[in-house]
């Protein structure tokens, strides 16, 4: 067990720079999910913790020792790949067992390290089978029996979970899981999935362009998100956001672009008269009867309905927003209905490139 | 059966078919009636084949061809499966370097011939001018007069013109191993050798088997180098079986006594690679 912690790094391939100073911390026993788009840097900063890749400046130390000089075999972690990257022509057993031979455990040990492992992960029937012969769920269990059999300080898994179907991605999700509350061992996950991030997480790295955006516990980040970009990718059906100004009036309201005014919460004193981005997650945002005070018309442009609920697409304030219902919805596209934010919940960004969050 | 229920690839394979039925299946029938025959065409039954069996020399023969195409694919194999997993590396100007490699291999067969019979000459090659340069021999060796070093030179004349073949194959296949099956057992604790040892030649273990096979058959037939350089001399000592053939057919004419030679190798090949195949096959189940 060990903490992992990041100071200044800096990943270059040649003149591009994939991380600009990355520092991050990882406690001992905790469960970290690494989450960004596509090409953010999120395996680079994995594999270079693996010792896969150099670091071209700054430091990573793994259990309080530097490893940045360190080979991958060295630093005592173990990593499953997003292909599992199983060795093709060994069996179950002998995947399990080559790291543990490769560092010359003796034999009895490596017997019950795998035994172990194999029942706990409900491998036991497949012990003698080759990669070729299993399922990718199969094939996921493997992979990850190979790091645990070596019980590692640390453990790196790199999307292990996308090549999956739907429902198997949850249920492993729920294994992976009750595996790290079982062996208690530091990890690093990374996905791009962020529903993966919130249920599994005891704390997300949001990353965007090699840069983190913000570190925090997950419904930390769902309530109170950095900016705008963490506000957007954390949650599904996204967050909306409604460009505008808010005006120095009292009661003070936001007014959008298309002029529909939305009453602010009083001492909202931070936001006098500035073009902002507010925004209002799906399901704070509600179907309202006429002569509600504070509504605003929206017209419906699409229904998509999951069973337990529906989500509601909107054309209001100069833009699309989404709504979610907790029923079954019986409204009808063209409609025009009346919404209201929950004044509590409105969040408010600055509208620069930055887009980060007015504190009120 | 109506030409409508012939499946339609039969149509397609046909005319191939008929190609190789002239040009393979008409020739080695004709050599089987060679074999059973006199000079005069009459026939002959087995007397063809019980002299060819019967001369002092066969057995020599068959021991050089087996010495010959063992040590050729040995080394063939063992330096191409080197050049090829060092050719896979990084390094700065590797591509140069893959290219010089494969020199030996497109260069005629008869060139690399006649130069290595250069070099490898008693009085003026340079193999020995160096040699005794550097001290390592105190006067010439007769590489290609000397019994005991002939079939050695030979094979490693034949190494060094296949080996690229062999690299080239190895590279392509490694090429196909992905990524992350190295950074896996890395992570696990590999040193450069396990990695060549459990992931690069299991990996490799088709292409390998199907190399081999061709080097095989290639050394078994392979007549340029030996023909060219010693033509099978020192009496004999580089003497194997198909240049045996060709010199009884074509400067002998003894062409029913070559027709049966050729039979009696042709069953003996067959049955060297109807094993491997069986052996192949049965690993490929595994
Ligand atoms: N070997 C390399 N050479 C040059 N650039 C690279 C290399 N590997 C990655 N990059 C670049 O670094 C950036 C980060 O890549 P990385 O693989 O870490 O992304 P990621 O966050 O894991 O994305 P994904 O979710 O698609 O896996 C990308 O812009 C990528 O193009
Ligand atoms: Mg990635």
């Known amino acids: 067990m060990a903490q992992v912690e990041l100071n200044k790094v800096v990943k270059k391939y040649g003149a591009y720079e994939a991380l600009h100073e990355v520092d991050m911390r990882v406690e001992n026993g905790e469960f970290v999910v690494l989450v960004g788009p596509s090409g953010c840097g999120k395996s680079t900063l994995l594999r270079m913790i693996a010792g896969l890749e150099a670091i071209s400046s700054g430091a990573i130390s793994i259990g309080g020792r530097v490893v940045n000089d360190i080979r991958p075999k060295e630093r005592d972690i173990a990593m499953v790949f997003q292909s599992y990257a199983l060795y093709p022509h060994m069996t179950v057993r002998k995947n399990m067992s080559f790291a543990l031979k490769l560092a010359s455990v003796p034999q009895p040990e490596i017997d019950a390290a795998v035994e172990r492992a194999a029942s706990i992960l409900g491998l036991g029937e497949l012990l003698d089978r080759r990669p070729k012969q299993l399922s990718g769920g199969q094939r996921q269990r493997v992979a990850m029996g190979r790091a645990i059999v070596r019980n590692p300080q640390v453990f790196l898994f790199d999307e292990p979970l996308s090549n999956l179907d739907a429902k198997l991605r949850v249920q492993m999700r729920a294994e992976i899981r009750e595996l790290h509350q079982r062996l208690g061992a530091t990890t690093v996950y990374v996905t791009h999935d962020q529903i993966e991030a919130m249920t599994m997480a005891d704390k997300i790295v949001v990353m965007r362009q090699g840069y983190i955006e913000q570190i925090g516990h997950p419904l930390e980040l769902y309530d109170r998100p950095a900016n705008l970009f963490v506000a957007g990718f954390i949650g599904s059906p996204a967050m909306n956001f409604i460009e505008g100004e808010t005006s120095a009036a009292s009661p003070q309201s936001f007014v959008a672009k298309d002029g529909t005014s939305i009453t602010l919460p009083a001492g909202s004193a931070a936001l006098d008269g500035r073009r902002v981005i507010l925004a209002i997650r799906p399901e704070d945002l509600a179907v309202v009867g006429d002569g509600t005070p504070d509504a605003f018309a929206g017209k419906v442009v699409g229904v998509e309905t999951t069973g337990p609920e529906s989500v509601i697409l909107l054309e209001t304030c100069g833009t699309r927003v989404s709504l979610v219902l907790r029923e079954r919805a019986s409204l009808g596209v063209g409609q025009t209905v009346l919404l209201r934010a929950d004044p509590a919940k409105l969040h408010f960004f600055e509208s620069d490139d930055h887009g980060r969050r007015i504190i009120m | ?286």
């Open chain 2, 1 to 286: 059966m109506t030409s409508r229920n012939i499946s339609p690839g039969l149509w397609f394979i046909l005319p191939t078919m008929l190609l190789l039925a002239t040009l393979i299946i008409y020739p080695m029938l004709s050599t089987v009636e060679l074999s059973l025959t006199d000079s005069s065409g009459a026939f002959a039954g087995m007397r063809n084949f019980n002299v060819a069996i019967s001369a002092p020399s066969t057995r020599l023969i068959l021991f050089n061809t087996a010495y010959y195409v063992i040590g050729s694919v040995v080394f063939q194999l063992l330096l191409g499966i080197l050049a090829g997993i060092l050719l896979n590396q990084q390094f700065a100007g590797r591509s140069v370097v893959r290219s010089l490699m494969l020199i030996p291999w497109v260069v005629p067969g008869i060139v690399a011939a006649m130069t290595w019979a250069w070099m490898f000459h008693t009085d003026y090659g340079i193999i020995n001018y160096m040699l005794m340069q550097l001290g390592i021999i105190s006067e010439p060796v007769g590489w290609l007069t000397d019994p005991d070093t002939v079939m050695p030179a030979l094979i490693a004349v034949n190494a060094w013109k296949m080996f690229p073949f062999v690299a080239v194959m190895v590279l392509a296949g490694l090429q196909s191993v992905p990524d992350e099956l190295y950074e896996a057992v890395r992570v696990d604790g590999a040193s450069f050798w396990h990695e060549i040892w459990h992931i690069m030649l299991p990996q490799l273990q088709p292409v390998l088997v199907s190399v081999t096979l061709l080097l095989t058959i290639w050394a078994l037939d392979g007549i340029t180098i030996i023909y060219s350089i010693t033509g099978g001399g020192p009496a004999n000592r580089s003497m194997i079986f198909p240049i045996q053939i060709y010199v009884q057919a074509f400067e002998y004419f003894e062409f029913n006594r070559a027709a049966a030679m050729a039979v009696l190798y042709f069953l003996f090949i067959a049955v060297i690679i109807v094993l491997y195949m069986r052996m192949f096959a049965a690993q490929d189940k595994d």
